[in-house]
């Protein structure tokens, strides 16, 4: 049979995390090739929501829920009723995607991640290629954060300042060296950037600037003056409804239980919408993702940043658990991956089903490459790190 010219490059990792074959080469050659791209290229990493799975639940269905419902809002006139339905869906939102980070820990599989990912870089000898991985992700929680810190390891999130950081994108651009005491000899120290496009719950809104703060805090701040909201009854009915696709018989529904709302829910709701707007700077799963253009301005700075690294001479993306749902980082992707032809890409997939969209996005492109697990097994976070892991040796 003749080969699919459209068909992406597949390396199969078996559960030990050790490459097994590559269409059409020996596995030992592959081996060779990987340790070669990983020991000199620039690297960065695309971490998905697959990366936080164990503390953080899955986004669902709520995605479609957000775009049906505010575009109900921008076009009917039940404006009040459906302003009451976004509130209960961002409420739910927070109540069970957000609230579970409270004081939450990495697992040890995500440290065990992070080590792997650093090893990568932490014993590279050139001064050319520098000792830094960029983490872009569009995960809020910091448990990329939490991991880099249990191993202590210096990272940069994108704030200056000590007692009132703010976020500054150029800081992205600094390097870390360490000096001995008396030769004055100079060595490079392992930093990672983490780059959050879409925000974060470290984030906080604060007049024209964004402001750090702990996720722990900025979680109570929303809550403040309406730690009800996350008791009401009505909640428990929203977090049904979206674990499923959105569709006419269940925004009718959540129309009808909007419509029940006593006034005094509907008070405490309003609150909270307000808390929640005024303190959160993320962007929410919608297709409209910017109310203001504080985040919109972040957003873009970094994924400026993010073509820029995509644009380099031998740069290298590894992705995990990102589905490149997101379309304008899909299209800087897709286009740097034609652009670059020194630009290597690297995509987990959990199965091998998980690879059409993949082959449907970047068709036909030689330096995209699918690590896929073995028939009927899956590519969870632990595979993946033992795979680097055994690769970096």
Same mark, same amino acid.
């Given at each position: 049979?003749?080969?699919?010219?459209?068909?992406?490059?597949?390396?199969?990792?078996?559960?030990?995390?050790?490459?097994?074959?590559?269409?059409?080469?020996?596995?030992?050659?592959?081996?060779?090739?990987?340790?070669?791209?990983?020991?000199?290229?620039?690297?960065?990493?695309?971490?998905?929501?697959?990366?936080?799975?164990?503390?953080?639940?899955?986004?669902?269905?709520?995605?479609?829920?957000?775009?049906?419902?505010?575009?109900?809002?921008?076009?009917?006139?039940?404006?009040?009723?459906?302003?009451?339905?976004?509130?209960?869906?961002?409420?739910?939102?927070?109540?069970?995607?957000?609230?579970?980070?409270?004081?939450?820990?990495?697992?040890?599989?995500?440290?065990?991640?992070?080590?792997?990912?650093?090893?990568?870089?932490?014993?590279?000898?050139?001064?050319?290629?520098?000792?830094?991985?960029?983490?872009?992700?569009?995960?809020?929680?910091?448990?990329?954060?939490?991991?880099?810190?249990?191993?202590?390891?210096?990272?940069?999130?994108?704030?200056?300042?000590?007692?009132?950081?703010?976020?500054?994108?150029?800081?992205?651009?600094?390097?870390?060296?360490?000096?001995?005491?008396?030769?004055?000899?100079?060595?490079?120290?392992?930093?990672?950037?983490?780059?959050?496009?879409?925000?974060?719950?470290?984030?906080?809104?604060?007049?024209?600037?964004?402001?750090?703060?702990?996720?722990?805090? #900025? !979680?109570? /701040?929303?809550?403040?003056?309406? %730690?009800?909201?996350?008791?009401?009854? +009505?909640?428990?009915? &929203?977090? =049904?409804?979206?674990?499923?696709?959105?569709?006419?018989?269940?925004?009718?529904?959540?129309?009808?239980?909007?419509?029940?709302?006593?006034?005094?829910?509907?008070?405490?709701?309003?609150?909270?919408?307000?808390?929640?707007?005024?303190?959160?700077?993320?962007?929410?799963?919608?297709?409209?993702?910017?109310?203001?253009?504080?985040?919109?301005?972040?957003?873009?700075?970094?994924?400026?940043?993010?073509?820029?690294?995509?644009?380099?001479?031998?740069?290298?993306?590894?992705?995990?658990?990102?589905?490149?749902?997101?379309?304008?980082?899909?299209?800087?992707?897709?286009?740097?991956?034609?652009?670059?032809?020194?630009?290597?890409?690297?995509?987990?997939?959990?199965? #091998? !089903?998980? /690879?059409?969209?993949?082959?449907? %996005?970047?068709?036909?492109?030689?330096? +995209?490459?699918?690590? &896929?697990? =073995?028939?009927?097994?899956?590519?969870?976070?632990?595979?993946?790190?033992?795979?680097?892991?055994?690769?970096?040796?």
């Amino acid at each position: 049979m003749a080969e699919d010219p459209a068909a992406l490059r597949r390396f199969t990792l078996n559960q030990d995390g050790k490459l097994v074959s590559l269409d059409g080469h020996k596995p030992d050659e592959d081996c060779k090739f990987l340790r070669n791209i990983l020991a000199s290229a620039h690297l960065n990493m695309m971490l998905g929501s697959a990366f936080s799975i164990g503390v953080v639940p899955t986004l669902e269905m709520r995605e479609s829920w957000f775009c049906a419902v505010e575009s109900k809002i921008s076009g009917c006139q039940d404006e009040a009723v459906w302003s009451d339905a976004l509130r209960m869906l961002k409420a739910e939102y927070f109540r069970s995607v957000m609230l579970p980070l409270d004081g939450a820990d990495p697992t040890d599989g995500q440290i065990a991640a992070i080590k792997a990912f650093l090893g990568l870089v932490r014993d590279r000898g050139t001064a050319t290629i520098p000792k830094r991985i960029n983490l872009f992700t569009t995960n809020y929680d910091p448990l990329i954060e939490r991991s880099l810190e249990n191993v202590l390891v210096s990272y940069n999130d994108g704030f200056v300042g000590r007692e009132h950081p703010v976020f500054d994108s150029s800081a992205y651009s600094r390097l870390q060296y360490e000096q001995s005491l008396f030769m004055e000899y100079t060595s490079q120290v392992v930093t990672a950037n983490v780059m959050k496009p879409h925000g974060s719950l470290t984030w906080r809104r604060t007049e024209n600037v964004v402001e750090y703060s702990s996720s722990d805090e #900025t !979680l109570k /701040a929303c809550l403040d003056g309406c %730690y009800g909201v996350i008791d009401l009854p +009505v909640l428990d009915d &929203v977090r =049904e409804l979206v674990r499923h696709e959105c569709d006419d018989s269940g925004l009718a529904q959540l129309e009808d239980a909007a419509s029940a709302l006593s006034p005094a829910d509907t008070a405490l709701l309003a609150r909270f919408g307000d808390r929640y707007d005024s303190t959160l700077c993320i962007v929410n799963p919608t297709k409209r993702k910017f109310e203001e253009t504080l985040l919109e301005r972040s957003y873009y700075d970094l994924l400026r940043i993010y073509a820029n690294e995509l644009d380099r001479n031998n740069a290298l993306l590894l992705v995990f658990g990102f589905s490149f749902a997101d379309e304008h980082i899909r299209d800087l992707t897709v286009r740097a991956a034609k652009s670059n032809p020194k630009l290597i890409i690297l995509i987990s997939c959990f199965s #091998t !089903l998980a /690879a059409r969209d993949f082959e449907r %996005y970047f068709k036909g492109r030689k330096n +995209v490459i699918l690590l &896929v697990p =073995e028939d009927g097994e899956c590519l969870g976070l632990d595979i993946f790190a033992k795979g680097l892991a055994w690769l970096s040796r």
